[in-house]
T-cell receptor
């Protein structure tokens, strides 16, 4: 158990809908990262937050957004969903911004139908 | 953007054999990490490397940070069936300004199959 909790574990939704994925980092970790894993793209970095502020952005679509709350949990919002958004979405956390020993949650499997 | 070339893409070995996989980059990295992912699970950190030339072991696993800072390898000795899974390398590249705020770039993974 990495200590990073993601909910829900599975999500099935229709195209055009909006979903929210939730992540609770390890106790004490200030940095949260979101990754998308699909069969053809591997693990792709989406976005990082550190202590509530956005710190780094990857190839995150404009339809996607994230935030980190004062209690350090994070949410990834995916809107206007398309079939191609079906993937595993992972959250990871680490103690510091530049400490990259990131620990991953079990992921949310999103299926868009 | 940054790319990591991880090889081989897959390996089929007999239990007891040693395994070697590597990652190369066109850019300099200041951190190399190796993860293992089991089906339906998140990647689990195996080894972290922070210095060029660093050689680190974790049980039967050994990894090295290449001296050029553009490559890393992972060796698994005396493989066992539970070593089955996907192994990923990941690196933290150096961007202009010297920091990259923990953004990790992942290799495409090596699928390891161990036959008993």
């Amino acid at each position: 158990d990495s200590g990073v909790t993601q909910t829900p574990k599975h999500l099935i939704t229709a195209t055009g809908q909006r979903v929210t994925l939730r992540c609770s980092p390890r106790s004490g970790d200030l940095s949260v990262y979101w990754y998308q894993q699909s069969l053809d793209q591997g693990l792709q970095f989406l976005i990082q937050y550190y202590n509530g502020e956005e710190r780094a952005k990857g190839n995150i679509l404009e339809r996607f957004s994230a935030q980190q709350f004062p209690d350090l949990h994070s949410e990834l919002n995916l809107s206007s969903l398309e079939l191609g958004d079906s993937a595993l979405y992972f959250c990871a956390s680490s103690a510091q911004t530049q400490n990259t020993e990131a620990f991953f949650g079990q992921g949310t499997r999103l299926t868009v139908v | 953007g940054q790319q990591l070339n991880q090889s081989p893409q897959s390996m089929f070995i007999q239990e007891g054999e040693d395994v070697s996989m590597n990652c190369t980059s066109s850019s300099i990295f200041n951190t190399w990490l190796w993860y293992k992912q089991d089906p339906g699970e998140g990647p689990v950190l195996l080894i972290a490397l922070y210095k060029a030339g660093e050689l680190t072991s974790n049980g039967r696993l050994t990894a090295q940070f290449g001296i050029t800072r553009k490559d890393s390898f992972l060796n698994i000795s005396a493989s066992i069936p539970s070593d089955v899974g996907i192994y990923f390398c990941a690196g933290q590249p150096i961007y202009a300004g010297g920091t990259s705020y923990g953004k990790l770039t992942f290799g495409q993974g090596t699928i390891l199959t161990v036959h008993p």
